[in-house]
T-cell receptor, first 114, second 114 residues
Framework: EAEVAQSPRYKITEKSQAVAFWCDPI?????LYWYRQILGQGPELLVQ????????DSQLPKDRFSAERLKGVDSTLKIQPAELGDSAMYLC????????????FGPGTRLTVL | AQSVTQLGSHVSVSEGALVLLRCNYS??????LFWYVQYPNQGLQLLLK??????LVKGINGFEAEFKKSETSFHLTKPSAHMSDAAEYFC????????????FGTGTRLTIIP
């Protein structure tokens, strides 16, 4: 069964450092989502791509966060500089355009900022 | 705008007992509704979803949910709890426009008592 891949699974960094997370969606999925899940809360959307285009980044803190999906396949989410409040699980999901509206989630990257 | 309220951040049931996790939603357009399960340090797995049609939806692992428009609810049930059901459960809503972001509730942690 095809899965969404994410790496790394865990990342520990110090504040003010740069971090990057990678996501490889299920093959053929045009839509890609990055969610942030703070401990004890539900995931919240950071950015949504349709192919290589950003559809929604209204909740992305653009002063420090950036996301790209250059060839419309895999995607990278970057934080620079990291702050203590960025400690969270970063989840990537992908969806096909068949109308099923099902989002398939990867295992996530657990970020700890010291 | 859409929102989800999950009543009860922690629910405990005995093994073999009925599981009932509550979810109420708010949406200005016809909603799509989802239940996801999350095990520790893992991504989210889809349990079931409602888009259109039959209001009683059956999912994996013996779970089901009923969409009640008049009550704006989508409660999750399972007749007989199993130890392996212990996890965090999230209710989510999106619009029926297709490929829309998910808005999640804050989650319910289900504990199974042997």
């Amino acid at each position: 069964e095809a899965e969404v891949a994410q790496s790394p699974r865990y990342k520990i960094t110090e504040k003010s450092q740069a971090v990057a997370f990678w996501c490889d969606p299920i093959s053929g999925h045009a839509t890609l989502y990055w969610y942030r899940q703070i401990l004890g809360q539900g995931p919240e959307l950071l950015v949504q791509f349709q192919d290589e285009s950003v559809v929604d980044d209204s909740q992305l803190p653009k002063d420090r966060f950036s996301a790209e999906r250059l060839k419309g396949v895999d995607s990278t989410l970057k934080i620079q500089p990291a702050e203590l409040g960025d400690s969270a699980m970063y989840l990537c999901a992908s969806g096909d355009a068949s109308g099923t509206d099902t989002q398939y989630f990867g295992p996530g990257t657990r970020l700890t900022v010291l | 705008a859409q929102s989800v309220t999950q009543l009860g951040s922690h629910v405990s049931v005995s093994e073999g007992a009925l599981v009932l996790l509550r979810c109420n939603y708010s949406s200005s357009v016809p909603p799509y509704l989802f239940w996801y399960v999350q095990y520790p340090n893992q991504g989210l797995q889809l349990l079931l979803k409602y888009t259109t049609g039959a209001t009683l939806v059956k999912g994996i692992n013996g779970f089901e949910a009923e969409f009640k428009k008049s009550e704006t609810s989508f409660h999750l049930t399972k007749p007989s709890a199993h130890m392996s059901d212990a996890a965090e459960y999230f209710c989510a809503v999106s619009s029926n426009f297709g490929n829309e972001k998910l808005t999640f509730g804050t989650g319910t942690r289900l504990t199974i008592i042997p």
